[in-house]
């Protein structure tokens, strides 16, 4: 589980600790899988394969030591029987693995999400705006113009910054320029909630770098963030988000 997510975020707001044994049982799940096409469009079939359950392309039918793998709302269960904190599902996609990770901190909009090795993902009013010890980590991300678009499900445009380590360990901001468009409505259910949702796409630019990048996020009439695909950084390219309890 140490490529997935990793090591505790330095901060006061990660101190809370919460039952490992079951979570990590649940975490002890995780999905090796195959699919690595960051495309728009695979990117969507992605991250609604999530919750529709996990597809042959996103994960094999037996794990490597010949064991039925749970599906997403399986893990689900798991992980809320143990944990009784606000949970996130996470599957980065080119590792290929899914994990459970829950609350272990919360600064007004800022809430941090780790795995039972506190392994941490941090996010902004639904955003991610920084992952600790992945290598290549994000370590910052501005969202707060492309926010309110995506959260009041609203199209425009909006600046937002990524600073993320290279592979020399140097941080390196990325400034784009990005275009938040409506897409289409979306009900589901997942572990026990039903969810209406507007899908809503961003697609950032790099004025000094060749790079475009794509966000989905399948938002509520509330400004929850149900669902999303979001892009960590060019080394670990996206991340797709389940909430399984708020």
């Keep these: 589980m140490g490529e997935v997510l990793a090591v505790i975020l330095q901060s006061r707001a990660a101190g809370r600790t919460f039952r490992r044994g079951a979570l990590a049982t649940a975490a002890a799940l995780a999905l090796a899988g195959c699919g690595s096409d960051t495309s728009k469009t695979e990117g969507t079939t992605i991250a609604l394969g999530v919750v529709k359950g996990v597809t042959a392309k996103l994960a094999p039918r037996k794990a490597a030591g010949g064991g039925g793998v749970p599906d997403p709302e399986r893990l689900a269960a798991l992980a809320k029987a143990s944990f009784k904190g606000p949970l996130i599902l996470a599957q980065i996609e080119k590792a290929g693995l899914l994990t459970a990770l829950g609350e272990t901190g919360r600064n007004g909009a800022v809430r941090t999400f780790a795995t039972p090795n506190e392994q941490t993902l941090v996010f902004r009013d639904g955003l991610l705006t920084a992952t600790r010890g992945l290598g290549n980590d994000l370590m910052s991300a501005k969202t707060a113009a492309v926010a309110a678009l995506i959260l009041n499900r609203r199209p425009g445009t909006a600046a ?18 990005c275009a938040v468009v409506t897409g289409p409505t979306k009900s589901f259910d997942f572990a026990g909630r039903h969810y209406d949702t507007v899908q809503m796409d961003e697609t950032c630019r790099a004025a000094r770098q060749s790079l475009s990048v794509s966000n989905s996020y399948w938002v509520t009439g509330e400004g929850t963030v149900a669902l999303s695909r979001q892009w960590i950084g060019p080394a670990l390219g996206h991340v797709t988000i389940q909430l399984v309890r708020p």
């Excluded at 937002?160 to 320029?177: A, F, H, S």
Aim: avoid cysteine; charge should be negative; charged fraction near 40%.
């Design 160 to 177: 937002r910054t990524y600073r993320y380590l290279d592979g020399e360990g140097t941080e390196r901001p990325l400034p784009m320029e």
